[in-house]
């Protein structure tokens, strides 16, 4: 399967505690997004790579919340010290760059009791 | 700031019959791209169709098509003899400049359900 794939694709972790998502694009995509959806809303974006460089960041990424890129393909999106307002679908889709199309992987789930 | 606006929450659909859903925009920038996406209960999102800000035609996909009026800043689309499978979320998205971030910027929606 060449698509985009996500890990895992759902996680419900207490109050405080730390999460880690990870996103694999497709293998010749060089732009890498994440996204966050919650209920009934359309996915509104967190972050942007471009290779390993991440090149910009939504005001919606608190500085509990970092991601990474380290060789260029895949990618990691952390949520330190969850709180309930995190619960969400967590998105990650790629494309080349100048191209047309993001194709979006499966999601991962998040929910914070 | 670049906007996109979705004002159909929930739409029903005859199958086999077509059906548009609406979508516009507000942009001040001259060249941008928009797209629809389809998104099942399974939560992925699925491209469908795409209209380049400069295309002089409508794009179509098979039983998609976008019609595009830029005057109007609209980029409504129409699927035609609905399926049972086309029951979804649909999301109109509007791309900025390709120099740029290439983000997109999502509506908030609309159901559909077709009803057999």
């Known amino acids: 399967d060449t698509g985009v794939s996500q890990d895992p694709r759902h996680k419900i972790t207490k109050r405080g505690q730390n999460v880690t998502f990870r996103c694999d694009p497709i293998?010749?995509?060089?732009?890498l997004y994440w996204y966050r959806q919650t209920l009934g809303q359309g996915p509104e974006f967190l972050t942007y790579f471009q290779n390993e460089a991440q090149l910009e960041k939504s005001r919606l990424l608190s500085d509990r919340f970092s991601a990474e890129r380290p060789k260029g393909s895949f990618s990691t999106l952390e949520i330190q010290r969850t709180e309930q307002g995190d619960s969400a679908m967590y998105l990650c889709?790629?494309?080349?760059?100048?191209?047309?199309?993001?194709?979006f992987g499966p999601g991962t789930r998040l929910t914070v009791l | 700031a670049q906007k996109i606006t979705q004002t159909q929450p929930g739409m029903f659909v005859q199958e086999k019959e077509a059906v548009t859903l609406d979508c516009t925009y507000d942009?001040?920038?001259?060249?941008?791209?928009l797209f629809w996406y389809k998104q099942p209960s399974s939560g992925e999102m699925i491209f469908l169709i795409y209209?380049?800000?400069?295309?002089?035609q409508n794009a179509t996909e098979g039983r998609y098509s976008l019609n595009f009026q830029k005057a109007r800043k609209s980029a409504n689309l129409v699927i035609s003899a609905s399926q049972l499978g086309d029951s979804a979320m649909y999301f109109c998205?509007?791309?900025?400049?390709?120099?740029?971030?290439?983000?997109?910027?999502f509506g908030q929606g609309t159901t559909l359900q077709v009803k057999p």
């Open positions: 998205a509007m791309r900025e400049q390709p120099g740029n971030t290439g983000k997109l910027i």
């Open positions: 293998s010749e995509h060089n732009r």
């Open positions: 209209q380049g800000s400069y295309d002089e």
């Open positions: 889709a790629s494309s080349l760059a100048g191209a047309g199309e993001q194709f």
């Open positions: 942009t001040s920038d001259q060249s941008y791209g």
